[in-house]
């Protein structure tokens, strides 16, 4: 069965620290991997997306790394601040779902204090 | 930031009443999509379309229909709310997709969501 899953469920870190979340994943076959950002009430949006060729993705203070062997991918954030506090959710596309069909990780809440 | 809109943002209204979820994009993507959200969950897919007058079921049943009469508008509605359908709505849309080698990835772009709420 096709699933994703992340850690931790949730953390609290304060400002200006820097913090690394996890993704497993089972798909198969593998396309890609996003990470996507989503502010409370509000919909996700997309901070990397990387193939299996892609080992690792940097978007501003956003970096994320893919190992296709293990079937990891964290997404590392660096110098955090209080606008990053959200839910961030790893997302798998498996090959064969060409339509755009993506299976969602039910995400880490992340909480940044001052 | 995307140009793609939902009304409303939220709505409580009672059981058995028909209402309509609204979804508008400005981008001319030809793909859109609607997720179901329960809080601290993963969004689940319900409802997909690849145009005009295409539409499919997606991996999460649901009582919900959809209709694409026009490119840029994907209305969800439900004929008879229940408190069951509380849930958080998201539409998202998607391009034709980014060559990348061999493969295609296509970037999807969400919308605020609708907070639906049935008493």
């Known amino acids: 069965k096709n699933q994703v899953e992340q850690s931790p469920q949730s953390l609290i870190i304060l400002e200006g620290k820097n913090c690394t979340l996890q993704c497993n994943y089972t798909v198969s076959p593998f396309s890609n991997l996003r990470w996507y950002k989503q502010d409370t009430g509000r919909g996700p949006v997309s901070l990397t997306i990387?193939?299996?060729?892609?080992n690792t993705k940097s978007n501003g203070r956003y970096t994320a790394t893919l190992d296709a062997d293990t079937k990891q991918s964290s997404l590392h954030i660096t110098a955090s601040q209080l606008s990053d506090s959200a839910s961030y959710i790893c997302?798998?596309?498996?090959?064969?779902?060409?339509?755009?069909?993506?299976?969602f990780g039910k995400g880490t809440k992340l909480s940044v204090k001052p | 930031e995307a140009d793609i809109y939902q009304t409303p943002r939220y709505l409580v209204i009672g059981t058995g009443k028909k209402i309509t979820l609204e979804c508008s994009q400005t981008?001319?993507?030809?793909?859109m999509y609607w997720y179901q959200q329960d809080p601290g969950m993963e969004l689940h897919l319900i409802h997909y379309?690849?145009?005009?007058?295409?539409?499919e079921k997606g991996d999460l049943s649901s009582e919900s229909t959809v209709s694409r009469i026009r490119t840029e508008h994907f209305p969800l509605t439900l004929e008879s709310a229940r408190p069951s359908h509380t849930s958080q709505y998201l539409c998202?849309?998607?391009?034709?997709?980014?060559?990348?080698?061999?493969?295609?990835?296509?970037?999807?772009?969400f919308g605020p969501g609708t907070r639906l709420t049935v008493t």
């Open positions: 379309s690849y145009g005009v007058n295409s539409t």
């Open positions: 997302v798998v596309s498996a090959m064969a779902r060409s339509q755009g069909n993506l299976i």
């Open positions: 990387m193939t299996f060729s892609e």
């Open positions: 998202a849309s998607s391009d034709s997709g980014l060559t990348m080698g061999e493969q295609l990835s296509y970037e999807q772009y």
């Open positions: 981008m001319g993507h030809d793909k």
